[in-house]
């Protein structure tokens, strides 16, 4: 049985130390401690563990080493009479979602999304960082929260998530599921596209996160990220880009006609489309994006055009979350209508 046991430690140290690709024990050491998996443990440790002429093997510093070299863990702990010419993880393996490597995806963002309070209208900033780690990819998402105590101070609670990013090379979209011991979790989707002459600068996406109520029920927003810091003074257009992405929105006329009085985009916006606002004199105007993008128009450039329509989205009344809770009515009409048979109704 001893036996047994041995030459199953030492086929592990042998296949981890074969898929070091001339990385020091130190290098190794190093690297897992900056990777999401990171766990107190000393170099000594390690260095017993990969030591062949050792019979002691840490299983979780073995586990830590396999994926920061991205092995395939399955044939690392074999049985020692199988033999492979590869340990590295096979993409292919997990069928079309790999680690993401594109070098025009990496780098640090920074984004915006809604406060997952459902009944306040603050931004929230994250920054998201997309590095190389050994064969690996890990993410690292910063968030900066503004909690409001009982004397109606904000304060600044700063949060620090990791995760592995992923694309799904079926669908192009990457996706990242964060978390940390602290038990806060996001699920941030965006898409992936072929990027050739320039690295990634704009994306928005969405975002799952737990709301920040006592009821803790899931909450799905926009987000947006831009590979430069934004300043202040830009925030009313980001809020236009974290609004519904419908290209359909309403805003109430008297409040769009104060924001001209205090906005010159917008007030230049009225004048040129004028007609189409005011057909029918609503109270509450209608917009289009789509249609407003495609009237050619001399009065203003396109940018000025965007920069007017997500001014007057961030501040209509399209949604900016969704909550999904389940009322009790709507679960009991599932019980007792929905999921019965309607020959029960005969």
Do not use: W
Request: aromatic content about 10%; glycine content about 4%; overall charge negative.
């Amino acid at each position: 049985m001893e036996e047994i046991k041995s030459q199953q430690i030492h086929a592990i140290k042998k296949r981890l130390n074969d898929a070091r690709n001339g990385k020091s024990i130190y290098e190794i050491y190093e690297g897992i401690k900056k990777g999401p998996d990171f766990f107190e443990f000393s170099y000594n440790t390690l260095s017993d563990t990969l030591c062949g002429t050792k019979n002691s093997l840490n299983l979780c510093v073995a586990l830590a080493t396999c994926r920061y070299l991205n092995l395939d863990i399955s044939k690392v702990f074999a049985r020692p009479t199988e033999e492979f010419k590869d340990l590295v993880n096979d993409s292919s393996s997990r069928g079309p979602f790999q680690v993401l490597d594109d070098p025009h995806y990496l780098g640090k963002f920074y984004g915006f999304y809604y406060t997952p309070h459902p009944n306040r209208t603050e931004l929230i900033r994250f920054d998201l960082e997309l590095q190389r780690d050994g064969d690996s990819t890990t993410a690292t998402m910063t968030y900066y929260g503004q909690p409001v105590d009982v004397h109606q101070h904000t304060n600044l609670d700063v949060r620090v998530l990791h995760g592995i990013p992923y694309v799904d090379t079926l669908h192009s979209n990457i996706h990242i599921e964060l978390t940390n011991e602290q038990g806060d979790y996001y699920f941030i989707y965006y898409n992936a596209q072929h990027l050739r002459s320039h690295d990634l600068y704009f994306r928005r996406g969405i975002v799952v996160t737990p709301s920040s109520v006592t009821s803790n029920l899931p909450i799905s927003q926009s987000f947006v990220m831009f590979a430069l810091k934004v300043e202040d003074s830009k925030l009313p257009i980001v809020r236009g880009l974290l609004a519904d992405v419908s290209p359909n929105f309403q805003i109430p006329k008297s409040r769009f006609l104060q924001l001209c009085k205090d906005n010159p985009a917008i007030d230049k916006f009225y004048t040129t489309f004028q007609y189409l606002l005011e057909h029918d004199s609503p109270l509450t105007y209608s917009i289009n994006e789509s249609v407003i993008l495609s009237i050619p128009q001399q009065e203003m450039n396109r940018l000025e055009v965007a920069e007017a329509l997500l001014l007057l989205k961030g501040a209509s009344s399209a949604s900016i979350r969704q909550v999904y809770d389940d009322p009790d009515s709507y679960a009991l009409l599932s019980r007792d209508v929905i999921q019965q048979s309607d020959k029960n109704d005969r």
